[in-house]
């Protein structure tokens, strides 16, 4: 009597939305879960160890009852279920890793369920405590004394390979849809380290970096989503997800950098590896205007919309509440500076997330009329004055309200909301904090 083990085998599916909805290159585009290539090598070479018998060890008619029970259940909580229950009866089993195999096999078919899926929400806490179980234990399950006879050290290896990356990539999966996202980019990680040229993996790796909205690694971000377009072969992203890849890398770009000077040169670095070297970096606009001035009064009198930005920002840091009770229902920026000049970051139903002094985001526009999210897209220049309706301190966002589109934005399309307009409201006339561009001399 033998025991057989089959290796689980990802299908290839479809994500229907990114969490990150409007931050990703797709703008809610389908992608294509990426393909692990190397597993279906193991799967066939598996297969045909299954078909090998095994020496007939078990010690009694029960334990090969037991055993046999375990092989055939397709449900894989019940395996791994009846494999616990064969491990406490019989211990020192002379077929003790061929069971050893089977319960990282039931380990991966409950964790590699949840991937490309939504939810819900029992689904990922079952599948994430069987990928932590089966990422801890690797080195276990795929030891010298598990490894099958027929099975030559080089098959070993690249069967215990397709596992780290299974169980890597479904839990990166699980902590990006839960917006776990240092999480996932620890996961994404480990699996570039097992195989570099994961193009999905490394796509994702860069979204959950600008998720996260600390500017300084957006360079780290910016290199990932570039690598991600340079891999070619079986394990490159398909077609129809690189052509909006590299739109939104250039849009991207030009969003932080302020042109697509220099993007070849991105491109170019991410030969070097999965990862960025250390010290990589991409100068921000912010950087690139600081250096055409000689000091700040000078980028104030060129720039008098973000110096007054810059104000309001500072002084709600520092006097919280206080100032912002002064504050609330003020139009901004001051008549005389005209309108603050921004990009769209994020588009959502009734609110764009624009940067008018950080890549990441540091407005909201807040509309009451639903926008026509199709038409507007994360890169436009806009130019927008409204009103303030609240703000957060860390990471610092400041939400205004535009009550006025056609008065108070200019730079979306004409077809930009849908249907009517939404009735006029008086715009409150409250006078802004003065900026330092805006004094009398």
Sequence with gaps: MSVRFVMYSFKTGEIVRQGFTRTAYSSGRHLNVHRFTRTALVVTALTAFAAVALAQNYKDQAESDIAM??????????????????????????????????????????????????GPPELFDSAEKAGKQLADNLDNYFSAAN????????????????????????????????????????????VLGVDPNQAQISYWLGTVIIRQKNVA???????????????????????????????????????????DSDLDKLKAAVSAGPLPPAGYHIRSIEEIEKEKFANEEEFNKAHPDIAQW??????????????FTGMKESLIPEEKIGMFKA?????????????????????TLKF????????????????????????????YMLTMKIDEPKEQIKGLPDNAFSGAPAAKKAVTKKVAPKGPATKKK
């Design 69 to 118: 029970a375990a092989q055939k259940e397709a449900d894989a909580q019940k395996k791994i279920d009846k494999l616990k229950e064969w491990e406490q009866k019989y211990p020192d089993s002379e077929l003790k890793g061929q069971r050893t195999v089977m319960m990282a096999q039931a380990l991966l078919g409950i964790v590699t369920g949840a991937y490309g899926k939504p």
């Design 217 to 259: 690694r957006y360079s780290e971000a910016l290199y990932s989503i570039a690598r991600a377009l340079s891999v070619t072969g079986p394990t490159a992203l398909p077609a129809a997800a690189a052509t909006p890849a590299e739109a939104y890398l250039k849009k991207a770009y030009i969003g932080y950098h302020g042109d």
């Design 343 to 363: 990009k769209v970051v994020t588009v959502n139903d009734k609110d764009l997330v624009v940067n008018v002094d950080n890549a990441g985001g540091d407005g």
């Design 310 to 323: 810059r104000l309001i920002r500072t002084t709600l840091k520092d006097q919280g509440d206080t100032a």
């Design 147 to 190: 490894k099958p006879a027929a099975a030559s050290d080089a098959q070993w290896a690249d069967a215990k390979k397709s596992f780290a990356l299974g169980s890597h990539s479904s839990l990166g999966w699980i902590y990006f849809t839960q917006k776990k996202d240092a999480q996932a980019e620890d996961e994404f990680k480990k």
């Design 368 to 395: 009451e009329k639903a926008l026509n999210t199709k038409v507007i897209n994360v890169g436009d220049a806009i130019e927008f004055k409204a009103v303030i309706d609240s703000y957060q301190k860390e990471p």
